[in-house]
């Protein structure tokens, strides 16, 4: 494998990367008898032995219901699950603990804003700012709650490189805005968007602004109070956690005035045949027993990630976008989708001639796994007129070799397309 540049690892070199990569059982994968090079961490990325550990530990000593009983085990998943609650609002940190509440995901947590913020809020009429980058999941339910209410979708347009453009965005911001929802870092290209000022100049009109923050949270140090957002949405199966388990962060004051998305056990002070008097939150928005093991897990992801710090994992993530941008440019007839001055560790490409779903194949043959396809979000797939691309996205156990790796692999797809 070829030596990176001089001055990229930087970063990497005081970072003990073969250490990290021991504790991930599933990088000792052999995939068509090479070894896993798994680089489609936007997607999802993988747990280390720390939090599958938690996991079983809540299974074979702590599980039962949580909220509903008087006795050890119900008591036990009571007290854990709100401790992983005060770890995602240390990681965030946000304000107070009911800002924060357990979904199933990033797709959820939008729905949840979608439906009770936007039910209530918006009217005909009203607009909605997007933009050209969102994820269908920040599109579709403002899509629905739009046509419910008849209002409309604004959208905010990006340039060739995959950048908001700031002056529209800001000539859209009106009277009748009711909402801006924007990705805090795109998953197709990687922009990390400028969302604080976004939100600032949201906030001098009274505008509210939901940020989807999938692709950014196993990156990028957050702070709610800092960035001032009013919502704020994540994964856990992206952030080293498990499937099943998201967070909604929000503002106290606006979960107060919003209704609740899903009714149910929980989310309930009382319940007669006239009249049912809601939780106040997180309860309000968590009905239904929720992903209890998936949540507890999640605090142990949350402390593994803290155990490395995340201004290391960006270092080094930001030395693997270097290297691996450099090494793909050099490729002739490889172009890279997406090259904003600020991005995050993803690498979108198209070659010459090859469709990506045939690159995704053939890399897979190597043991390569990135991702093909339109990574939902069609919307910019259109902009820049192509039907779909293949992503590497890393995390902070990928390998300068890795991307050697997946650069001899691109050579051979072209080789076998010639
Ligand atoms: C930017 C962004 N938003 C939302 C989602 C949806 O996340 P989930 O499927 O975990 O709900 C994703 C998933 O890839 C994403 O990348």
């Not at 309000?284 to 710090?309: C, N, R």
């Amino acid at each position: 494998m070829n030596a990176p540049q001089t001055g990229l690892k930087r970063a990497s070199e005081t970072f003990d990367v073969a250490r990290f990569r021991k504790d991930f059982p599933i990088l000792g994968t052999k995939v068509n008898g090479k070894p896993l090079v798994y680089l489609d961490n936007a997607a999802s990325s993988q747990m280390p032995q720390p939090v599958l550990d938690r996991w079983i530990r809540y299974q074979t000593t702590q599980h039962s219901n949580i909220h509903r009983a008087v006795h050890y085990l119900s008591e036990t998943a009571t007290a854990e699950s709100e401790v992983a609650r005060r770890k995602v609002q240390a990681f965030i940190n946000a304000r107070e603990d009911r800002e924060v509440i357990f979904t199933t995901g990033t797709t959820d947590a939008i729905n949840l804003v979608a439906h009770g913020y936007g039910r209530k809020f918006i009217g005909a009429g009203d607009e909605i700012v997007l933009t050209t980058l969102e994820h269908h999941s920040n599109i579709v339910p403002w899509q629905m709650v739009a046509e419910e209410k008849g209002a409309r979708i604004r959208v905010v347009p990006i340039n060739d490189r995959g950048e908001l453009l700031i002056e529209e965005y800001l000539k859209l911001l009106g009277p009748r805005t009711k909402i801006v929802a924007v990705g805090h870092v795109s998953n197709a290209l990687g922009t990390i968007n400028p969302v604080r000022d976004m939100i600032e100049a949201a906030h001098a009109k009274g505008i509210p602004v939901l940020l989807d923050g999938a692709q950014a949270a196993p990156h990028l140090r957050l702070d709610m109070q800092a960035l001032d957002c009013d919502f704020y949405a994540f994964s856990g199966h992206k952030m080293f956690g498990p499937t099943g388990i998201g967070i909604l962060y929000g503002k106290a004051a606006w979960l107060e005035k919003m209704q609740p998305f899903k009714g149910g056990g929980d989310m309930i002070l009382s319940v007669t045949f006239e009249k049912t008097i809601y939780n106040v939150p997180p309860g309000k928005f968590e009905a239904g027993t929720p992903p209890i093991a998936a949540a507890i897990t999640l605090g142990a992801a949350v402390d593994y990630i803290e155990s490395i710090g995340i201004e290391r994992i960006h270092a080094h993530e930001t030395d693997l976008l270097d290297y691996a941008t450099d090494q793909v440019n050099r490729l002739p007839g490889v172009r890279i989708v997406g090259t904003a001055e600020k991005k995050a560790a993803v690498v979108s490409f198209v070659v010459d001639g090859v469709h990506p779903h045939d690159v995704g194949t053939l890399l897979n043959e190597d043991g390569i796994a990135v991702r093909t396809g339109h990574h939902c979000t069609q919307p910019v797939m259109q902009r820049f007129g192509i039907p779909a691309t293949s992503r590497a996205s890393f995390a902070f156990y990928n390998t300068h070799a890795e991307i050697d790796a997946l650069v001899a692999g691109i050579k051979r797809v072209q080789k076998v397309f010639r």
